[in-house]
């Protein structure tokens, strides 16, 4: 027979990493849309966005700032290299993407780029 033992209470960086887990250093988190190929610039290429929206918002926000039709399509792009899914938090995206000046950079193109 094996036996388990059983912890009466955490590891200390266990609790600590516990209770900061899902809060965000602060509320919004500036995001630079960088236009790829035959994209339209953005007259202001930088915004801020609440730590704790979706992706999703940022690609309403861009679809908004474009003029896009329904029917247009729109690929967007964290540092160039991978699309996050649509329910990624912008907060952990920003967490683990963000540049050396502190902003998530979001590459948009009109048609598929970077593989």
Excluded at 8 to 16: G, L, N
Excluded at 24 to 31: A, C, I, N, R, T
Aim: glycine share 6%.
């Amino acid at each position: 027979m094996s036996a388990s033992a059983i912890l009466t209470a955490q590891p200390r960086d266990v609790a600590s990493a516990l209770a900061s887990a899902g809060e965000y250093p602060s509320e919004k988190v500036v995001v630079k849309f960088k236009a790829v190929g035959n994209a339209p610039s953005l007259a202001r290429g930088v915004a801020k966005i609440s730590s704790t929206q979706t992706f999703h918002t940022v690609i309403w926000y861009l679809r908004k700032r474009l003029k896009l039709q329904e029917t247009d399509s729109v690929f967007c792009y964290v540092n160039d290299s991978f699309a996050p899914s649509l329910d990624e938090i912008v907060g952990n995206l920003h967490n683990c993407f963000k540049d050396s000046s502190g902003q998530l950079v979001i590459s948009y193109a009109m048609n598929p780029a970077f593989g």
